[in-house]
């Protein structure tokens, strides 16, 4: 007869032997990585994929180093002269082809506004333009400048349409790069005038930058032009946008789907450039710029 405790201890070494088999089976199943941990694994956060768009490629296809000593290149600027005031009371006589007022030298061109008697005036200076030998429709327009100090110095860098003759001031449109009026030293400006936008209703559109050092340091002043929109730049930071979506595309409130050209110059006084008067202490005054770059 068999002892009975020998089927005891028989049962209980068959049911080790079974758990054992079933928790190697189970582990063999869904394998190490299944076990358990107390403790929480960190997270790596992935930084989001960018979105920004590559910028449009363009080259450039017009410029003006001002390498060449001496009258500015004939080929690619005219001169606008006169002495009527240009529809803004202004003092000076713009003269044509004198080295005096606008001239290249030591790698700039030189607009200088001088105290002097000249055609029934008393102040001389420049107004270059690119009229009948380049205009552009959209695109980056740059100039780098530094501009004159003083009240009564109004410099400006700024494009009109090629249809001012048959169109007229202000459908033509007119797109102001850069404008510095002396008794505000520092505040640079661009603005555009339309038909529907324009100081004369006192409706133009535009917006201001300070720059301290503008008198005393060279800086980038540029429009980026589109079809739908333009930016105003300083140093490549926009300070404006003026966009065909937000103000309309009537001709009166868009005329900016045709040619423009460039003028670069330095009025004296004026109705905004004089508000505050002209000091005639502080003569000659000028406006030095190293180049002027077109790209499309």
């Known amino acids: 007869m068999v002892n009975p ?12 032997l079974m758990n054992t088999f079933l ?15 107390t403790h929480a694994s960190p997270v790596t956060a992935t930084s989001p994929t960018s979105l920004t768009v590559a910028p449009v490629a363009r080259k450039l296809v017009w410029a003006d180093e001002f390498t060449k000593p001496g009258l500015p290149d004939p080929d690619r600027w005219g001169y606008e002269t006169g002495g009527n005031g240009f529809g803004n009371n ?17 790698g700039n061109l ?16 420049a107004r270059l333009i690119t009229k009948d030998k380049a205009v552009w429709t959209y695109g980056r327009i740059e100039a780098r400048a530094k501009l004159p100090k003083g009240v009564g110095t109004w410099p400006a860098i700024w494009m009109l349409g090629q249809n001012i003759a048959k169109a007229g001031w202000p459908l033509c449109g007119e797109i102001d790069i850069m404008e510095h009026v002396g008794f505000d030293e520092g505040v640079v400006h661009g ?9 004369r209703q006192h409706t133009e559109k535009g917006g201001p930058i ?3 050092d503008v008198t005393t340091a060279f800086h980038v002043y540029a429009v980026d032009w589109t079809a739908n929109q333009i930016n105003f730049l300083v140093d490549d930071k926009i300070f404006y946008s003026f966009d065909k979506k937000t103000r309309g595309d009537s001709e009166a409130q868009w005329p900016f789907d045709q040619p423009f050209y460039l003028l670069l110059n330095m009025a004296v006084g004026g109705n905004w450039g004089g508000q505050k008067g002209v000091d005639e202490n502080i003569w000659p005054q000028r406006m030095e710029v190293d180049y002027v770059r077109v790209y499309q």
Do not use: M
């Open 210 to 212: 300070t720059i301290p």
């Open 23 to 37: 928790a190697a089976l189970l582990l063999t199943c869904i394998g190490p990585e299944a076990s358990v941990s």
């Open 110 to 125: 030189i607009i200088e506004a001088r105290k002097e008697n000249y055609q029934g005036k008393n102040y001389t200076s």
């Open 90 to 106: 202004e003092l000076q006589y713009y003269t044509d082809r004198r080295a005096e007022n606008a001239r290249v030298e030591g």
């Open 191 to 199: 603005t555009v005038h339309t038909g529907a936008y324009n100081h």
């Open 5 to 16: 405790w020998f089927y005891r201890h028989l049962r209980i070494k068959l049911l080790f």
